[in-house]
């Protein structure tokens, strides 16, 4: 069973930067588009990002151009790097694979605050 473990969360102040890490272990990742969602306290978990086997990346437009997705596939370990966050940004930030879904981790906490 692949086990999800992210981590690099923490409270920053708006416009400052974080670098998130998910290590996924016991899998093939390299095959796997891996993703980024996020999930706001009282509301859905929204997709954030996206990084294909081949390395081709997509975004959600809120996180467009302050947010890069990238993976090393030596490490099993999807990272998401945060530039210029804004208090909207402030959630708990989850990875998976693409559909269907491995177990989901804990996530980690971002929180955006001044």
């Known amino acids: 069973q692949v086990q999800l473990v992210e981590s690099g969360g923490g409270l920053v102040q708006p416009g400052e930067s974080l670098r998130l890490s998910c290590v996924a272990s016991g899998s093939i990742f390299r095959t796997y588009g891996m993703r980024w969602y996020r999930q706001a306290p009282g509301k859905q978990r929204d997709f954030v990002a996206r990084?294909?086997?081949?390395?081709?990346?997509n975004y959600a437009d809120s996180v467009k151009g302050r947010f890069t997705i990238s993976r090393d596939n030596a490490k099993n370990t999807v990272y998401l790097q945060m530039n210029s966050l804004k208090p909207e940004d402030t959630a708990v930030y989850y990875c998976?694979?693409?559909?269907?879904?491995?177990?989901w981790g804990l996530g980690t906490q971002v929180t955006v605050s001044s």
């Open positions: 998976n694979k693409d559909q269907p879904f491995w177990n």
């Open positions: 990084i294909g086997s081949g390395g081709a990346t």
